[in-house]
């Protein structure tokens, strides 16, 4: 959710892959309100709360784009979901190309070694 | 699939930020296995990664200084209500931290004779702070303590597990309990001493400059396994927090040093100078403390006198393109990207929670009063009293690190290691189980649940605050920990279920939350970070610290001055 209060002014639709394994996985779409400046990832966040809170996404610093975890391929190119803007129009949302997909945007970047 | 995950360790450390990180690098130095957890990522979740620049330190290279000096400005920041062992060691162990960084390839930024470049932040009486760069002072701490973390052979780091209770025997620490986001299966951690170094709980406010995972569990996991809490009323509120135009890929915080560095121009809707109306020159030195700036700003807009997001404007436009690129380099391209051209246009700023100053209580070894448990960083309470200086976070969170580590390797080492007990673990594993899919598909979901409390943090329980206010919070959030978190619906999803990790943050962050507006209602007078409206004088008998603990399931508090 973003920080100010104002209203979102505008629409984006999002359509966000889906599923656990790239075979069986399918895309939900939604639409999202924001104002010029919104994040990628402020408009899933925003699904989190208002109409999905079953989507897997990941990141931690949210504004700073430190953490590097929202990685994930926006119209199929590799972006932070923090830093890409919304925009009017659909967006296509898909996990990292060449990693394990856990689920949903959520794929598996973590070093073996952090890992059980 | 539900079976446990089940671990043994010296040193179980939660919290992957530059506490936790320093921390373990203390405890394996001291001989122990450790394990660092983190429910994001080691070495970049938490908040420490954030910070963009200062880093306080009585180096003496920019001129003569002493910690001695650091001390006494750390303690009037505080307003008599800091203890004075903890903010002596901040202010005596910085400097060797800062040093020893340095050997681990932390570049201070550098005087044209090769010293180290220290910078008077607001609230110094000596030019004191370090950095590396302009923005990622934090980022470069946390990739060098990462680097040293994955290169000892002592250390497990241990990203995507949450932690979600201490678990004691005969009230002495026995290990703890979590789960895995990615699966979440159940994790035991067997261990005589765990560090919590698991950061404040700003993420409860609707304007954070929080990282997503600060929550507050480390304060409801201490509190469940019998710590006190001390002075978490006291909550830093960053005066200049970004408000509009929406800004993405610089921290909300980056306007402070930039108005310090640049001369920026804090002016109202009506474009309109205003500090001078609060006590304050103007042309001010930039020697304004934090919380008078908070003040200025909060009171400009609800006289009526706000930009259009509610908040004052911060202008640069006294300088043209040349002299910002050469101040500000990299950010310069940032701003643009968000379409903000600071040469013809002021950004909109407004007070954004930031820091917690109260937290856990600790003696000078970082150890609580529950035996094995020990805390360091922004959970810990104490060293900045009523409100912390800038530049003392980072040494706060590395000096203290340092010293838990030290400290719990040291208990690990000289006790037989305590008997596991099934039937202590039982609870908080059958919890953790039991989570998963509770109410599934009805009712709020945690997400939800997390924005009300956020709101309702901000509009009662933010920088002014008033008996009516905190008294209805104070209800709200006892009806949300009692019933309303206890009905949430979590998902049964068992990969990277986020409602699971956001419905364990509320258990123990409404905890949290409940303490401090149970705080701050306690302490009728205004002092350091804590505005009364309806108590705006600070006063004498309140010169003392709150600590608050959990008896018979309920958060009780007493004030009580330090036993020396």
Redesign the interface.
Known sequence: ??????MPLKSARLKVWRG?SKEHGHYDEFDVEF?????VL?GLVRI???KD?????????????????CLMLIDGKVEYA??A?LHTGLIQLDPLPDRLI???L?TDT?AR???? | MDEVITLETDVLVAGGGAAGMFAAIAAARGGAKVIVLDKNVVGRGGASIMAQMTCAAALGEAEPDDPQLHLADTLAAGRGLCNENLSALLCEGSPKRIRELESWKVNWARQEDGRINQVKAPGHSRKRCVYVDFLSTGAAICAALRNKVSRSPDIRRLSNVSLTDVVTRDGEVIGAVGFDVATAQPVAIKAPAVVLCLGGMTKMFRRTTSPNNLAGEGLGIALRAGARLIDIEFLQFYPNGHLAPRMVGLDPTTWEPTRVKLGGRLLNGRGEEFLHNYGEAEREDYSTARDTLTYAIYKEVELGRGSPHGGVYLSFQHLDERALRAALGPAMDIFRRNNIDLTRQPVEVFPIAHYQMGGIEVNANMESCVAGLYAAGELVGGANGANRLSGNALPEAVVFGERAGESAARFARGKARPAWDDAAAAVPLELVREARARNADKGASPARLMGELKDLMWRNVGPFRSDGALSEALGRIRTMRERELPQASVSAERIHNGSLVEWFELRSGLYAAEALAMAALNRRESRGAHQRDDFPEMRSEYEMNQRIWLSDGKLVSSFEGFAA
């Open positions: 959710v973003s920080a100010d209060s104002t656990t104002e010029d400046g919104d994040s402020d989190r709360v208002t809170p079953d989507l897997a996404i990941r990141f931690s610093c949210f504004n700073a784009n430190v953490c590097k975890e923090c830093i803007k856990l689920r949903d959520v973590l070694k952090e890992r059980f």
